[in-house]
């Protein structure tokens, strides 16, 4: 090239004298993968909102719509807003003591339940013993038990005449320490499953580098594994704090009068004072602390967040190893017995009461006073209603959680904060909700059996997207954007990148959605049909009934929901992956 002639203009466009070619960082080619980059942007972003729009749409006619038109009811009263209420309510002493009360024991719960809890989500991740599938399908099942059958058993053990008062004289029933030890049964799973399924796939070659370079043990799981670790135990923690604010039937039976949440007193103005205007005034409230809290969770996790190095799930347990390993083994192992099984064991001992198998043979007649259709149909109809719940949840959730891997700022994080709604807002409020809002063209859904399925999959969403989106997150981005240029299709790039990856997180997802469906109750038992009832409807209608024999069929349909729930997880426990991610 003759230099005297050449000449750089300011675009980095190469004149010597002949045709224009690049020059400068980019090299030959440079200004093709320049003006790809903008169209790989744009793609990327028409991709996240199409993985958006079916989640949005979903919330916006099963969960905002209903909820809104519940709202309106109590506050539009003869022709005209009372928007005046909202104060003349929220500043009531006996509301504000309810507030406080229903704040300080969801925190007191989520720290109780954490600090029980993550020895044994390190347990399962990191040890391998006999009978491992059978106790993490039992630690699963008191999730799903109606919070009407939790208070129970709970009453049973703590309450007048009760284990407790039998053996040492001591009675906790309406004490504030029943509701947090019920509310620790109740939400041990979500610990153990959300946190263990990511502890069980972070690579152990990390901390133990960690104290070859010579920090201790300690030293090396609290600057390694615990920053790694924070985002699954914030979504764990969040779960936890929404489901015990939100909390019912425990704090209903174990409170007795003394103690009040805020879904204890909506369910109250509700359906025994008919005061739809306190109730309306009460969700709203209850909805701005929800989204309080998730606005600060989405705000902050999303700072802790790394990659991770993942290996295949299982692969980094094995067996205790010294003295201390075995102790943390054996008190986990007790933990579990006296705050778990024990209560369960109530369950079916009192299911047992009747000679002959008394009251699991009644639940095949039909008095025509309770139900129309024998009980024990019911448990048909769960599962029927269960699977296509389970179904929903995880195609929502599924498309929620992939389109929140792509960072977007205040957009993603506020779609983020939505997905997490349904679990803060009252379930009595969804319920009745969907009573007045579906039931007119084009969504009359009063008399259609997937009104029972769509309540449930807005429970089971949030915890497909807070189960697999820490995954999801952990993938190297360098891997998608190699499969990318080597001209993979986005979905492609899922299949072959991600999907390998987030299988175990998927089947995890997809069991907690199971499990929810099967024990939700606030909102069902406003839609599900006198022909049709769930378990948990069921269930509820039993004990609402004087009787031993109402009482024993209840006892006796808990134990087969049980029963369903623990054979459901065991199967899906039995699903493994190898090293490279197959089935």
Sequence with gaps: MDLARTEVAADGTVKAGGPERTAGPAGPGGRDRADRAPRRARGQNAARFALMALPVAFFALFFAYPV??????????????????????????????????????????????????????????????????????????????????????????????????????????????????????????????????????????????????????????????????????????????????????????????????????????????FDLTTAAVLTIVQFVAVGAILAVHAATVRRRETALRLVAPDTTARRPRGGGQWALLAGVLVSIAVLLVLPLAVLVQRSLDAPGLGYYRALADDDGGVFLVAPIEAVGNSLEYALAATAIAVLIGGLAAAALTRRAGRLMRGFDALLMLPLGVSAVTVGFGFLIALDEPPLD?????????????????????????????????????????????????????????????LLIAAGFAFAVSLGEFGATVFIARPDNPTLPVAVARLLGRAGDLNYGQAMALSTILMVVCAVALLLLERVRTDRTGEF
């Design 445 to 505: 859904l009063r008399a259609s059996w997937i009104l029972v399925p769509l309540a449930q999959a807005l429970v089971g969403v949030p915890f497909v997207v807070r189960t697999m989106l820490p995954v999801l997150r952990a993938v190297d981005g360098r891997l998608r954007e190699a499969a990318a240029v080597l001209g993979a299709s986005p979905w492609r790039v899922w299949r072959e990148v991600d999907l390998p990856m987030v299988r175990r997180a």
């Design 68 to 273: 809104a038109a519940i709202v309106s009811r109590g506050l539009h009263v003869d022709g005209g807003w009372q928007l005046g209420r909202v104060w003349d309510v929220a500043t009531r002493s006996d509301i504000r003591h309810v507030l406080w009360f229903t704040t300080w024991q969801a925190l007191a719960s989520t720290a109780l339940t954490l600090l029980v809890a993550l020895p044994g989500a390190y347990v399962f991740a990191r040890f391998d013993f006999r009978g491992k599938q059978i106790l993490r399908a039992v630690v699963t099942v008191p999730f799903v038990l109606p919070t009407v059958v939790v208070g129970t058993a709970f009453l049973a053990l703590v309450g007048r005449g009760g284990l407790l008062d039998d053996l040492w004289g001591v009675r906790l029933d309406t004490t504030v320490w029943a509701i947090l030890l019920a509310h620790v049964f109740f939400n041990y799973a979500v610990v153990v499953r959300t946190v263990g399924g990511l502890w069980s796939q972070l690579d152990p070659r990390q901390e133990e580098a960690a104290r070859v370079l010579g920090a201790s043990r300690l030293a090396a799981w609290r600057r390694v594994t615990l920053p790694a670790l924070g985002p699954a135990v914030a979504a764990a923690a969040l779960m936890v704090f929404l489901f015990t604010f939100t909390s019912f039937g425990v704090v209903q039976i174990l409170g007795g009068p003394t103690f009040s949440t805020l879904e204890v007193e909506i369910y109250r103005q509700t359906s025994e004072i």
